[in-house]
Every structure is written in structure tokens, then in C-alpha cells.
């Protein structure tokens, strides 16, 4: 359970990364 939410966040913070980088990007 705990891994899972970990994980989520993970992928959570690297899309959001990843959306900066396209918007600074653009």
C-alpha cells in the first residue's frame, strides 16, 4: 500500500516536470 501511493507521487512529480518543461519548452 505505502509503495503504491510512493510510486504515485513519483510519477505524479515527474509529469509535472515533465508539463514545465514542455510549457518553458513552448
Known amino acids: ?7 504515485a507521487l ?3 512529480v515527474i509529469m509535472g516536470l515533465n508539463l514545465t518543461e514542455f510549457g518553458r519548452i513552448d
Request: no cysteine.
Open 10 to 12: 513519483f510519477l505524479l
Open 1 to 7: 500500500m505505502i509503495a503504491i501511493g510512493v510510486i
